[in-house]
């Protein structure tokens, strides 16, 4: 399984290093809503200081929204998703596969939103593990979580709209755990975001089991 993850990941990887969709469009988006919540909120420099947390969270979960999208509509282009089917790969591995490149990408655009928060509106870090820790945990339970409702939507004339509809509400937990995590990481509210940290390692360890299991049947229905 774990061989058949690494072989989809990097398909993945490599048909985003050629497309460049995430580099091209998905992160200037991102760098775009940052810019409108900064713009919405400069006047009262206060408030927009202590939401800081959650519009990183909002504009990541949006961006994510794209990537998962493309990264599903990378199995309905040129019969791949029957390729998968023929091709004897374990289904719990094309998912942690595709779970890991959209995860990869996500840590990336993560990394370009913190460099926007700290110049945009002044965050300054004060604990960089914690930080680091949210991230990874709150990425894969996102990637996990968007890669199993891509494939449940699979092959619905409405897909672009209908996943954002299944898939907000059951981020919603992991959109909370991420933002009093960096609440407490960036300082702004005297609070342990371990915890927090602790809630999101175990939603994504609960998306990822459950989709690896799941997978197979949607992979076959699709």
Known sequence: MWRDATLVAGRDLRVELRSRVTLNQVAPFAVVVLLLFAFALDPDRGVLERATAGLYWVAVLLSALLAIGRSAALDESDG?????????????????????????????????LGAGVVVLYGAEPAGI?????????????????????????????????????????VLAPVLIGATRAFEAALG????????WCGLL?????????????????????S
């Not at 702004?188 to 915890?195: L, N």
């Not at 390692?201 to 992979?219: E, F, I, M, P, R």
């Open 201 to 221: 390692a175990g939603l994504a360890l609960l998306y990822s089991v459950a989709g690896a299991l799941a997978y197979g049947v949607l992979l076959e229905g």
């Open 188 to 195: 702004s509210v005297p609070a342990d975001g371990w915890p």
């Open 129 to 169: 593990g914690l930080l680091v820790a949210t991230c990874v945990t709150a990425t894969v339970g996102v990637a996990a979580t968007g890669t199993l409702y891509g494939a449940l939507v699979s092959g619905s004339r409405v897909r672009e709209t209908l996943l954002p509809l299944l898939l907000l509400p």
């Open 80 to 112: 791949a998703r029957d390729a998968l089917r023929l091709s004897g790969l374990e289904p719990g591995g094309v998912f942690l596969g595709k779970t890991a490149a959209v995860t990869v990408q996500l840590l990336v655009l993560e990394v370009l």
